[in-house]
T-cell receptor, first 114, second 114 residues
């Protein structure tokens, strides 16, 4: 079955440093979504990437989707303490009747030291 | 989001007991999902339902069953709980009419099996 691998599992940064998490799928994806889970909270949708090579920005967050639609990354510039949490990528299979069923990566736990 | 509710929020039970976790949503979504979250393993799909008459196994359905009582209700049962089912369980919903088909998560149920 489809597998989505995400690295690193943990990342500790000083406030103001940059952060990147990477996501790789074993199969070609229709799209990829990113979620953020604050400590003690539930995952919350951040963004969806659909097109090959797509790049989207949300303030200090930059999301990229690979040309082959099998990998993605999330980059945070100048981290702040409000960025702490776990970031998940989630891949949506290309085609088929199971469209909408996401496969989540293991998540990257981000700690920001003030 | 308050639109997706889960009960109970916390539960401690003993090995061999039958447990039901309930999920309700007021978002009018047709699709509902059950996930479990374990440290380092991310979110793993247990079961999903694309409408009231549609039930599908996810990647880790063994030891679990579900019931879609109505469009708004999706319950997860552990027929005979075992300690390795100790985890954080999330219900989620999505709808085709939603712009990105993103998933909306409930607050989670923390289950401990002794």
């Amino acid at each position: 079955g489809q597998q989505v691998m995400q690295i690193p599992q943990y990342q500790h940064v000083q406030e103001g440093e940059d952060f990147t998490t990477y996501c790789n799928s074993s199969t070609t994806l229709s799209n990829i979504q990113w979620y953020k889970q604050r400590p003690g909270g539930h995952p919350v949708f951040l963004i969806q990437l659909v097109k090959s090579g797509e790049v989207k920005k949300q303030k200090r967050l930059t999301f990229q989707f690979g040309e082959a639609k099998k990998n993605s990354s999330l980059h945070i510039t100048a981290t702040q303490t409000t960025d702490v949490g776990t970031y998940f990528c989630a891949g949506n299979n290309a085609g088929g009747t199971s469209y909408g069923k996401l496969t989540f990566g293991q998540g990257t736990i981000l700690t920001v030291h003030p | 989001d308050a639109d997706v509710t889960q009960t109970p929020r916390n539960r401690i039970t003993k090995t061999g007991k039958r447990i039901m976790l309930e999920c309700s949503q007021t978002k009018g979504h047709d699709r509902m999902y059950w996930y479990r979250q374990d440290p380092g393993l991310g979110l793993r799909l247990i079961y999903y339902s694309f409408d009231v008459k549609d039930i599908n196994k996810g990647e880790i359905s063994d030891g679990y069953s579900v019931s879609r009582q109505a469009q708004a209700k999706f319950s997860l049962s552990l027929e005979s709980a075992i300690p390795n089912q100790t985890a954080l369980y999330f219900c989620a919903t999505s709808g085709l009419a939603v712009s990105y088909n993103e998933q909306f998560f409930g607050p989670g149920t923390r289950l401990t099996v002794l």
